[in-house]
T-cell receptor, first 116, second 114 residues
Framework: AQTVTQSQPEMSVQEAETVTLSCTYD???????LFWYKQPPSRQMILVIRQEAYKQQNATENRFSVNFQKAAKSFSLKISDSQLGDAAMYFCAYRSVRRSQGNLIFGKGTKLSVKP | DAGVIQSPRHEVTEMGQEVTLRCKPISGHNSLFWYRQTMMRGLELLIY????????DSGMPEDRFSAKMPNASFSTLKIQPSEPRDSAVYFCASSFRQDVEKLFFGSGTQLSVL
């Protein structure tokens, strides 16, 4: 079975600085999707960025980028120029591409605080 | 589109009572998921449906939990009888089955069982 591990329960960053959130996963599959979700206090789950495992190029969305190391099964999220609105819980998630396993498997999350 | 709609947003009930959580997926989506979020266990999949048929209910904690999807636009998660350890945030999410990377979440139902 696949597992997702986020080893940092809490992180803190100064406004305008850069922070990296860690995520590792375990799977025997060769093709899959990886995601980072943001959950602010409103509880809404917001997709931040996604990566297809067959793509070697790291995904980027504005200030958010990932470092995808497939051999190491590592998928870290880098937030550049941190803003106060980035403060939230961040969840790393894995999803199989097989139709019989369409659900997301989540890590336990990292709480990010942004200091003004 | 209004997104995935869940109701109620908050539910407070007493132990032993029946609780029903509701979800309306995005129109046209044919996969629906129920997740539970707690501090201790994080986000856990309870059950998911494809084309209104339950595919995997291995995450349903016990027989007190049941889920139905009578049509493509509505699903319920029922707990009977409820217990304090059921207190959690329950999320519903939907997607196109073929579009496996795009999963849309509702705002969740905060359940408190006293």
């Amino acid at each position: 079975a696949q597992t997702v591990t986020q080893s940092q329960p809490e992180m803190s960053v100064q406004e305008a600085e850069t922070v990296t959130l860690s995520c590792t996963y375990d799977t025997s599959e060769s093709d899959y999707y990886l995601f980072w979700y943001k959950q602010p206090p409103s509880r809404q789950m917001i997709l931040v960025i996604r990566q297809e495992a067959y793509k070697q190029q790291n995904a980027t969305e504005n200030r958010f980028s990932v470092n995808f190391q497939k051999a190491a099964k590592s998928f870290s999220l880098k937030i550049s120029d941190s803003q106060l609105g980035d403060a939230a819980m961040y969840f790393c998630a894995y999803r199989s591409v097989r139709r019989s396993q369409g659900n997301l498997i989540f890590g336990k999350g990292t709480k990010l605080s942004v200091k003004p | 589109d209004a997104g995935v709609i869940q109701s109620p947003r908050h539910e407070v009930t007493e132990m032993g009572q029946e609780v029903t959580l509701r979800c309306k997926p995005i129109s046209g989506h044919n996969s629906l998921f129920w997740y539970r979020q707690t501090m201790m266990r994080g986000l856990e999949l309870l059950i998911y449906f494809n084309n209104n048929v339950p595919i995997d209910d291995s995450g349903m904690p016990e027989d007190r939990f049941s889920a139905k999807m009578p049509n493509a636009s509505f699903s319920t998660l029922k707990i009977q009888p409820s217990e304090p350890r059921d207190s959690a945030v329950y999320f519903c999410a939907s997607s196109f089955r073929q579009d496996v990377e795009k999963l849309f979440f509702g705002s969740g139902t905060q359940l408190s069982v006293l």
